[in-house]
């Protein structure tokens, strides 16, 4: 495989773990808005996932429904972060926002790229991302002062670093106020135990009835 198709199957796998994550929320959220934003949110990260999919498809000579759900989880690239699944609302709302943040500057590197073809693919995605970073800057404003939400931040920050390429980790850290230098980030390359399970659930369907499509 080869190091383009490499790239957008960790950030496709990204998007769509994401995403997934985020639609756990869909029915219990503190409040009906946020019902409907964690469900609008998800929705637009699987979708980027799949748009990131055709990519890597063409790539491989496969398909983006093959390349969502017919790998073992040991086969996706995705980073730690995302994997998390995590059941308190401050938590929650520390990867929305630290998750956010990041993709910004992967997006940003992104869209500067010689790659045409991903370069205009991310500037679409960074388009969309908009309302995601109105949505977790709301709440990172709002839960600022909250203990539970800034030791959330703390702990998921060795994550939250490990989605992006040791070069672009100072422009995340700038950006949420944190230090590179005094944190172990947790890389891509191993997963959490919590991968599987969701794993699971998410390709229960395409593995009862082969060749259904998302």
């Known amino acids: 495989m080869n190091a383009r198709a490499r790239l957008l199957l960790a950030i496709a796998d990204d998007e769509l773990i994401v995403g997934w994550r985020d639609s756990e929320w869909t029915g219990i959220a503190p409040t009906l808005e ?9 929705q637009n990260e699987i979708g980027h996932a799949r748009a990131l999919y055709q990519l890597a498809a063409a790539e491989l000579g496969n398909d983006a429904d093959a390349l969502a759900f017919d790998r073992a989880p040991d ?3 995705c980073a730690p972060f995302v994997e998390l699944h995590l059941l308190d609302w401050a938590h929650t709302i520390a990867r929305r926002y630290l998750y956010e943040e990041a993709d910004r500057v992967r997006l940003d590197a992104l869209r500067r790229s010689d790659d045409a073809e991903l370069a205009g693919l991310a500037a679409k995605i960074d388009r969309e991302e908009a309302y995601h970073r109105m949505h977790a800057e709301m709440w990172a404003a709002r839960l600022r002062d909250e203990p539970r939400f800034r030791a959330a931040v703390d702990e998921l920050w060795p994550y939250a670093l490990g989605m992006l390429e ?31 399970e969701l ?10 009835a082969p060749g259904a499509a998302w």
Not at 34 to 42: K, P
Not at 199 to 208: D, G, K, L, Q
């Open 199 to 208: 794993w699971s659930t998410m390709t229960e369907v395409r593995r009862s």
């Open 166 to 196: 040791p070069e672009l980790r100072p422009e995340l850290a700038r950006r949420v106020g944190l230090s590179v230098e005094s944190t172990q980030a947790i890389e891509r390359g191993e997963h959490t135990p919590e991968l599987a």
């Open 34 to 42: 946020e019902d409907v934003a964690f469900s609008s949110i998800a």
């Open 75 to 77: 086969e996706y690239r």
